[in-house]
């Protein structure tokens, strides 16, 4: 089982805030990360496939870095909006198998 | 475009009973996955299938099996369900492995009584 780890487990930011948080993942054997949004009552859907070291993705107002040497990626969610209120998962592929961190779960207060 | 299905949406079982969750895509894609999804612990996988024709355990398997009846087609079965399978299921697919998006059915919640 690979250790897929986010942090923090929730955080709760005023609109308009700016916020980021973390996916940790062994950097050894690399292939690819990626990011989902999953919204209550919805399905997780991709933000991200992030497959280089330096990567940089941007999808309106949320972004995200990746480091594969050292084994964590970044997300980034700049001036919250409510509807950025949603649990965001970072899942790390081995081979053919795709295994998920437990998420960060973001509220946004108006 | 309907992209994953999944049935049912809701289910509820005596512990004992069999069951069997159906899913489809219709994207073409290789790769299908299972996972539930409990409180707390993010989305743990059951079973998955690289391609047709192959299926392989992940990390949750104890319980269930699969059947990856055609290239559309990866259904999960429950022999005789127990309380702790309650729980929320998606299945996914992608279209090769881990290096492209995987896409999520819309999840059955299953109560094991």
């Known amino acids: 089982i690979l250790n897929v780890e986010q942090s923090p487990q929730s955080l709760h930011v005023q609109e308009g805030d700016s916020t980021n948080f973390t996916c940790s993942f062994p950097s050894s054997n690399f292939y690819a990360l990626h990011w989902y949004r999953w919204e209550t009552a919805k399905s997780p859907e991709a933000l991200f496939v992030m497959t280089l070291n330096g990567d940089e993705k941007k999808k309106g107002r949320i972004s995200a870095t990746l480091n594969t040497k050292e084994g964590y990626s970044y997300l980034y969610i700049k001036g919250s909006q409510p509807e950025d209120s949603a649990t965001y998962l970072c899942a790390f592929p081995n081979d053919y198998k795709l295994s998920f961190g437990a998420g960060t779960t973001v509220t946004v207060r108006a | 475009n309907a992209g994953v299905t999944q049935t049912p949406k809701f289910q509820v079982l005596k512990t004992g009973q069999s069951m069997t969750l159906q899913c489809a895509q219709d994207?073409?894609?290789?790769?299908m996955y299972w996972y539930r999804q409990d409180p707390g612990m993010g989305l743990r996988l059951i079973y998955y299938s690289a391609s047709e024709g192959t299926t392989d355990k992940g990390e949750v398997p104890n319980g269930y099996n699969v059947s990856r009846l055609n290239k559309r087609e990866f259904s999960l079965r429950l022999e005789s369900a127990a309380p702790s399978q309650t729980s929320v299921y998606f299945c996914?697919?992608?279209?090769w492995g881990g290096g492209t998006e995987a896409f999520f059915g819309q999840g059955t919640r299953l109560t094991v009584v």
């Open positions: 996914a697919s992608s279209e």
């Open positions: 994207m073409n894609h290789n790769s």
